[in-house]
């Protein structure tokens, strides 16, 4: 089974910085396209960013400009770099893996445990 796991999280103040990583296993890696969501408490879980198997990238508008996703192949790693952080952005953050089948994105894929991310005003 494919097996997401984060770090990176934690306490940061406002205006700062934090680099979210996610290493995966149980997979071949460069096969999927990976996203970064977040949950913050009372709200909907939304997606954050999203980098496909060609390194294609999406944002969300809250995290253009400020937020930069990436993955290394070798590594078996995505990061998200997260700069010029907000008390918004405080939430859960949980690494996905898709499905890894081009055609079958639409079915559900792995999600890491997810990860801790405060910023305090």
Same mark, same amino acid.
């Given at each position: 089974?494919?097996?997401?796991?984060?770090? #990176?999280?934690?306490?940061?103040?406002? #205006?700062?910085?934090?680099?979210?990583?996610?290493?995966?296993?149980?997979?071949?890696?460069?096969?999927?396209?990976?996203?970064?969501?977040?949950?913050?408490?009372?709200?909907?879980?939304?997606?954050?960013?999203?980098?496909?198997?060609?390194?294609?990238?999406?944002?969300?508008?809250?995290?253009? #400009?400020?937020?930069?996703?990436?993955?290394?192949?070798?590594?078996?790693?995505?990061?998200?770099?997260?700069?010029?952080?907000?008390?918004?952005?405080?939430?859960?953050?949980?690494?996905?893996?898709?499905?890894?089948?081009?055609?079958?994105?639409?079915?559900?894929?792995?999600?890491?445990?997810?990860?801790?991310?405060?910023?305090?005003?």
């Amino acid at each position: 089974q494919v097996q997401l796991v984060e770090s #990176g999280g934690g306490l940061v103040q406002s #205006g700062g910085s934090l680099r979210l990583s996610c290493a995966a296993s149980g997979t071949i890696f460069s096969l999927h396209n990976m996203a970064w969501y977040r949950r913050a408490p009372g709200k909907e879980r939304e997606l954050v960013a999203m980098i496909e198997r060609d390194y294609s990238t999406n944002y969300a508008d809250s995290a253009k #400009g400020r937020f930069a996703i990436s993955r290394d192949n070798a590594k078996n790693t995505m990061y998200l770099q997260m700069n010029s952080l907000k008390p918004e952005d405080t939430a859960v953050y949980y690494c996905y893996a898709d499905q890894g089948e081009p055609g079958y994105e639409s079915v559900p894929g792995s999600w890491g445990q997810g990860i801790q991310v405060t910023v305090s005003s």
